[in-house]
């Protein structure tokens, strides 16, 4: 069984910066692709941004330019940097990841983009 746990999310005002975390409970060197999704209030989830174990990263084009996605192996860690934060982006993240033919998730963190 693997865990994932995000953590970062909260209230931020237009324009301003978040980092979520995504912390893994086994060696993230092998997984060959993480991901973070979003779902809004009565909205399918979406991907937002992926890195494969190379390093390679694919954003969704509404994110493209604000945010960055980015691992750490040694401390088994996926990072999502969000700037210039909009309404548009408040959702519930999600981190997920591939082990083993399972696709796990984490339990989602709230991002609330509101003055």
């Known amino acids: 069984q693997v865990q994932l746990v995000e953590s970062g999310g909260g209230l931020v005002q237009p324009g301003g910066s978040l980092r979520l975390s995504c912390a893994v409970s086994?060696?993230?060197?092998?997984?060959?692709?993480m991901a973070w999704f979003r779902q809004a209030p009565g909205k399918q989830r979406e991907l937002v941004a992926a890195?494969?174990?190379?390093?390679?990263?694919s954003y969704v084009d509404g994110v493209k330019g604000r945010f960055t996605i980015s691992r750490d192996n040694a401390k088994n860690t996926v990072y999502l940097q969000m700037n210039s934060l909009k309404p548009e982006d408040t959702a519930v993240y999600y981190c997920?990841?591939?082990?083993?033919?399972?696709?796990?998730w984490g339990q989602g963190t709230q991002v609330t983009v509101s003055s």
């Open positions: 997920q990841a591939p082990v083993g033919g399972t696709i796990y």
């Open positions: 086994r060696s993230i060197f092998s997984i060959t692709r």
């Open positions: 890195i494969t174990a190379g390093g390679t990263t």
